[in-house]
């Protein structure tokens, strides 16, 4: 008895031991195929696959008839072997146009308006502080009427003109805070060094505290260009033929709701990634020079 | 012998102090008029407890600090609210840090480099000559692309004092210049001090490292609550101390 109880100990200790060792290994496969790049796409699929059919079943409840072959045209076509822009590809570019030019003076006005904060002139700050209060403390389509309808017919302007104001004024007075904090952020003693050496108030903020300020502020300037491509939709209210307006267009046209809407949100997305990946690429090259 | 007093003739105290206060605005007086005057090419070294007012008085030198009443004069120019003064003095007085403060975004070249060329309006050739020559009398010749966070503490300093003296300084001021290194670094930017106290440097220094008073400094000022207790050679200091609270200070330091 004694003999066959050994055994079956021996035998039933033995089993265990291989039952453990496979679900470790198991265990051990299974993290490693969570963990791999293949999965990574395989949920991000799973995902998509998910939000699709969501999609799908809504607008099936909603009796909607896509007609996604129709929307290609209007983006862009070939005429006569020719290449031609469609009314979306149109706006695409006036947004870009206007994104531009707001991004630099939005930048320009952000700095300036940082200056004079941080300046020692008195008028300087109140006009800062005032010029931030107002803009920030007020909506941007409001703004953007005020210019177009009140302030353009005085000053002559149009409405590129006004929209590119209006929409740098708003976005200078977010990105002038950002400025604001990457410059206080730059320590005492690199002024003090600044200073010890000679270098003037041009010099040290050209060479010393711009180029470190700018460095840390990076990301969230580029969150507000972001706000300022998407927040440069508003300027389709005052008749500019910009991405959003095309759209409008085009759905009035053609009731293609969801597929111009959809095909205008992806043309935004392309714009905001393509300046997002650029800033990074930036980003990485200022690091290494570190 | 005017036109050689007006540029540059020969004053024999480049740095004249005269009752000197400064309150801070948090209500600390940190310096409670005091006088002093400074030789040419002499090396002062200035010792006294934290608080007692080395720092400020050192700060004050070169306009850093605001002096609420009294006067400073460096070689004849006086430290004054007119700017042309106030930047000429800039120029001419180079300081040195505890805390190095070098540019982080530039090599080593570029540090000692920009003075030269946005102050001094040098071509990047001329510049790039000078700092080579002064990053080899610091002994780092070979670190000139570096950027500073690659080098170490005793390397960032001994930059930091190319730096300063690429501008061609008449006084150089040392703020606590070797305290925030470790041990094994301190010696090598005290002799790149020493080497320039040799040369002929107007130097003031605060500092901790007695060693260093006593080899090269003509002059030491005990320093406490804002104003001079006791100055002498360095040798006075050792061997007869005559304040008590001197003597104080000294046992415990050495």
Redesign the interface.
Known sequence: MSQAGALAVEFNSGYSKMIQYDAKQLRRIWFVLMRSTASDVVKFLLLVAALTWLMYRGTEMMGYHWQWHRVPRYIAGFEDGRFTRGPLLDGLLLTFRISAWSLVLAFCFGLVTALLRISNSFMGRVIARGYLELIRNTPLLVQLFFLYFVLAPVLGIGRFTSAVLALSLFEGAYASEIFRAGILSVTRGQWEAAYSLGLGTFHTYRYIVLPQAIRRILPPLTSQAVSLVKDSALVSTVAIYDLTMQGQVVISETFLTFEIWFTVAALYLVVTVVLSTVVSVMENRLRVAD | MDALMKDGAYREYIIEVEGISKTFPNGVRALTGFSTRIRRSSVVVVIGPSGGGKSTFLRCL???EEIDSGSIVIDGIPLDDNKKNR?EI??E???V?Q?F?????MTVLENVN??QR??RRKTKQEATETTMELLKKVDIPEKANS?P?QLSGGQQQRV?IA??RA?MPKVMLFDEATSALDPEMIGEVLDVMKTLAREGMTMVVVTHEMGFAREVSDRVIFMENGGIVEEGTAEHFFSNPQEERTKLFLSQIL
């Open positions: 070169n306009g850093l930047l800039r120029k007085v180079g300081m840090f805390s403060n070098l540019f982080p975004h920009l003075a946005r102050v950027y966070s930091a730096r300063a501008m």
